[in-house]
Nanobody, 120 residues
């Protein structure tokens, strides 16, 4: 059974930081590209950041570039998202995803999500 379990969300003031983690089990972690998506209330889910299966390539949406950093540990089968300089518009449910494609339009497996709320 494939499981992606996110943690690390919470309430933070604007300008603050959070680190999300996603522990993955039930699949061969090193063969999947891993990413973070988010969905704000009333909006469609959007891609945030991605890391290739080898870890050699990273992808970011323009809205988070320079503020967020995605990393992965293929030994611990864990994906991370370091979020700095948070803004109220970063408020959303953040989802971890595993995919065989780097188009970042969809994913093969999803986590249950973790809420991030940024207050102004």
């Amino acid at each position: 059974q494939v499981q992606l379990v996110e943690s690390g969300g919470g309430l933070v003031q604007a300008g603050g930081s959070l680190r999300l983690s996603c522990v993955v089990s039930g699949l061969t972690f090193s063969t999947y590209h891993m990413g973070w998506f988010r969905q704000a209330p009333g909006k469609e889910r959007e891609f945030v950041a991605g890391r290739s299966r080898s870890g050699g390539s990273t992808y970011y949406s323009d809205s988070v570039k320079g503020r967020f950093t995605i990393s992965r540990d293929n030994v611990k089968t864990t994906l991370y998202l370091q979020m700095n300089s948070l803004k109220p518009e970063d408020t959303a449910v953040y989802y971890c995803a595993a995919t065989k494609s780097t188009t970042w339009s969809d994913a093969d497996y999803w986590g249950q999500g973790t809420q991030v709320t940024v207050s102004s």
